[in-house]
């Protein structure tokens, strides 16, 4: 089969033949027919979690048909169309996933680029809404609502009867507010921090930050209530700082948190094919362009879902 493989850390993605998987009795051999690309596909490519793994086969979200299933699997049959996380690359014409696992069927009114462009994305933004506890009524601050995670954030968000206040570009505003924003700040026009202080002078309750430092996140703890919860996904909160604030953090782990799974996948897709999110895509092109369209993703070139076809 073909695969797109990076040799050595900073090496480009490159065609090369390789076998075709063997799967184990709890597996499912899956044919791929569709790959969404990722932040982390690049920068595994670059080696930013280091030396080891390589060659390796790059991408993790894809969308395919079951073709073989292994001795212990009951809950899926050849000729299943599937989607999920692949651990051990989804660039690939096959792949094998484990089961149980990140795999779920694709229900109707779902097509492949549409659910291969939901896993970690959508996965990483059911976690967070969930995580911070929101009930309808509430008010959630989603810094990075633009981006692939928080664009699904704000949406999901929206879906569980939040307010949703949202960051973003000044050129992304209108973007936002299509993901469901009541509110939109624009960080690249003023104080943002002064801004959420003017308008909402007794706190939200609860920040979900795509993108923020420890330095920076702090500061927005000016305008989290008391009680309230700050979600970071990219590891800036320090929990003991905030609980001596009396509010709650968590620096959510994507592959811990148990919509890593079948039944966060169904909830994902649920959420999709009731017209509560929709996705986003932006370039679909052949898994062949696999090295210039992560060079697009890694300069920020891409609006929208990247998604390779197979």
């Known amino acids: 089969m073909r695969a797109i493989i990076a040799d050595r850390p900073g090496a480009p993605a490159v065609i090369h033949d390789v076998e075709v998987p063997i799967i184990q009795p709890d597996e499912v051999l899956v044919r791929v027919h569709a790959a969404s690309v990722n932040p982390i596909d690049w920068k595994r490519r670059d080696g930013a979690y280091g030396q080891t793994g390589f060659p390796m086969i790059l991408g993790q979200d894809y969308a395919g048909t079951v073709q073989v299933v292994g001795d212990e699997i009951r809950d ?25 696992g990140p795999i779920a069927k694709i229900p109707e009114g779902l097509d492949d680029a549409q659910a291969a462009a939901l896993p970690t994305a959508g996965l990483t933004a059911l976690a967070a809404v969930e995580e911070a506890g929101l009930r309808p009524g509430q008010t959630v601050l989603i810094l990075g609502a633009t981006g692939g995670v928080g664009g699904f954030a704000a949406q999901i968000a929206r879906a569980h009867g939040a307010t ?13 507010r299509s993901f469901g924003a009541t509110e939109v700040h624009a960080y690249d026009r003023g104080d943002v921090l002064a801004e959420l202080e003017h308008s909402h002078p007794h706190g939200v309750d609860a920040i979900i930050d795509l993108v923020s430092d420890r330095a920076t996140l702090q500061k927005l703890a000016a305008v989290l209530k008391r009680g309230g919860h ?43 094919v009731s017209d509560l ?34």
Do not use: C, M
């Not at 953090?249 to 948190?257: C, M, R, V």
């Open 277 to 310: 999110v929709r996705v986003r895509l932006g370039t679909e092109v052949s898994f062949t362009q696999a090295e210039h369209v992560l060079e697009e993703s890694k300069a920020g070139k891409i609006d929208g879902k990247a998604v390779l076809t197979v």
């Open 164 to 176: 949703v206040i949202a960051t973003a570009h000044s050129g992304k505003e209108d973007l936002a």
């Open 76 to 100: 899926f049959a050849q000729g299943d169309r599937v989607f999920g996380v692949a651990p051990r690359g989804a660039y690939a014409e096959f792949l094998a996933a484990k089961v149980p």
């Open 230 to 272: 700050v979600v970071s996904t990219v590891g800036a909160a320090d929990r003991e700082w905030f609980q001596a604030r009396q509010q709650h953090a968590t620096n959510l782990s994507f592959s811990q948190s148990p919509f890593y799974s079948t039944d966060g996948l169904n909830q994902l897709a649920e959420l999709v």
